[in-house]
């Protein structure tokens, strides 16, 4: 009976060790491409949620999770940043020092005033970092992450931004080293696609 109690024992303490546990290593890559080889981006003169001058090379030092979008998109973008935010958030709880930076860049700069900027990225995640510029300033940047926008007139002057909704990784160099295509996003495979990515790029640097 002692023996059968002692191999019971040895069993369950060994399923033990095969439950995942926060700091385990990710799987592989779900959906994020990475690139092969990290991509500088250009100097940006951007402006903040603050009303604060704000250039790319302010964003070394973490990994950022960039995206681009507008606070009127009635999809994408509440759909994608809430999912980014359960990202982080699960990050912050399993894996705290290496919790990205999170980047919201408006592509609507004639609506997105910096204050209207900040008072939707709160409605998601108070820390992240939300930025404009006019179209002509963001032009080089969009065009360097190959972002795609376009306009739609709907009604006189009224008009609704079309634009892709990928999720940009960026090194703690603020250079661009992967992607998260689609339009689509889980937070859990964000997770581990960040994760992932910053083993196949090396960078396993502690963010804080």
Excluded at 3 to 8: C, D, G, K, Q, S
Excluded at 109 to 116: H, L, Y
Excluded at 126 to 131: D, H, Q
Excluded at 193 to 203: H, N, V
């Amino acid at each position: 009976m002692l023996r059968i109690l002692v191999i019971a024992l040895v069993a369950l303490v060994a399923a033990l060790f095969l439950l995942p546990r926060p700091g385990d290593m990710p799987r592989g890559l779900l959906a994020a491409t990475v690139l092969d080889a990290p991509r500088d981006l250009p100097a940006t003169a951007l402006t903040d949620s603050a009303g604060n001058a704000f250039s790319v090379s302010d964003l070394s030092g973490r990994m950022t999770l960039a995206f681009f979008g507008f606070t009127n998109c009635p999809d994408i973008c509440p759909l994608t940043l809430d999912q980014i935010a359960r990202s982080v958030a699960t990050l912050r709880a399993d894996y705290p020092d290496r919790v990205p930076q999170v980047l919201f860049v408006s592509v609507d700069p004639a609506r997105d005033s910096p204050e209207r900027i900040r008072a939707y990225l709160d409605g998601f995640d108070e820390t992240f970092i939300g930025v404009t510029a006019d179209d002509e300033t963001l032009a080089p940047l969009l065009d360097a992450l190959a972002v795609s926008v376009h306009k739609q007139v709907v009604d006189g002057e009224q008009y609704n931004v079309v634009h892709n909704g990928t999720i940009y990784i960026l090194d703690d160099d603020a250079r661009w080293i992967a992607l998260l295509g689609g339009s689509s996003h889980e937070s859990a495979t964000i997770v581990n696609d960040y994760l992932a990515g910053r083993l196949e790029t090396g960078d396993n640097v502690c963010d804080h």
